[in-house]
């Protein structure tokens, strides 16, 4: 999987509680993301990250933050999960110079209770 | 509301045959095309990608993509149980960053022996 992990790889957790999701990359690529993919919906962007500490927001950032202060990890919290949030999420990662050639993490299955 | 369609299926097709994959896609100024493959529980993985129009071709699989029409084809020659997969199209409006991505649903494929 291109040198990408994901922890936790399963969790549940209840409505409210605050939750954070781990990508670490191994590739010393610049770019990473956070998509989410639901039963109808395909993969939609939620958040992602052009290097430390820069970062925009994807199409589905709402009840979302992210946080990257070293090139190989970026962190996705949901800071009072939802029911909604109930989803399988991947981290992927691209190089400056190609960036539309994405490589996906294995992902993190979240249910929210 | 940009949008990428694909018929989720499933479409099933007998081991040797041609599988035909479609997707068609609403913003003209798309300018980057790709084909994932996902099995089952885990990861996309990019299998094509096509910028003009025609046919590209890569071993078994040919990526047809027409502008005008607006849409994008899949095909896989001499198709294997192992490429039962779900297959997600993409289209990108911006070549040089990969936030724009915008993701199908999926057609999933199932290869009877």
């Known amino acids: 999987d291109a040198g990408i992990t994901q922890s936790p790889r399963h969790k549940v957790t209840e409505t409210g509680t605050p939750v954070t999701l781990r990508c670490h990359q191994t590739?010393?690529?610049?770019?990473m993301y956070w998509y989410r993919q639901d039963p109808g919906h395909g993969l939609r962007l939620i958040h992602y990250?052009?290097?430390?500490?820069?970062?925009d927001k994807g199409e589905v950032s709402d009840g979302y933050s992210v946080s990257r202060s070293k090139t190989e990890d970026f962190l996705l919290t949901l800071e009072s999960a939802t029911s909604s949030q109930t989803s399988v999420y991947f981290c992927?990662?691209?190089?400056?110079?190609?960036?539309?050639?994405?490589?996906f993490g294995p992902g993190t299955r979240l249910l929210v209770l | 509301q940009k949008e990428v369609e694909q018929n989720s299926g499933p479409l099933s097709v007998p081991e040797g045959a041609i599988a035909s994959l479609n997707c068609t896609y609403s913003?003209?100024?798309?300018?980057?095309f790709f084909w994932y493959r996902q099995y089952s529980g885990k990861s996309p993985e990019l299998i094509m990608f096509i910028y003009s129009n025609g046919d590209k071709e890569d071993g078994r699989f040919t990526a047809q993509l027409n502008k005008a029409s607006q849409y994008v084809s899949l095909l896989i020659r001499d198709s294997q149980p192992s490429d039962s997969a779900t297959y997600l199209c993409?289209?990108?409006?911006?070549?040089?960053?990969?936030?724009?991505?915008?993701f199908g649903s999926g057609t999933r494929l199932s290869i009877r022996p």
């Open positions: 990250s052009y290097g430390v500490k820069d970062t």
């Open positions: 993409a289209v990108n409006s911006d070549y040089s960053s990969a936030s724009k991505i915008i």
């Open positions: 913003d003209r100024g798309s300018q980057s």
């Open positions: 590739e010393n690529h610049r770019y």
């Open positions: 992927a990662i691209s190089e400056r110079d190609n960036q539309e050639t994405q490589y």
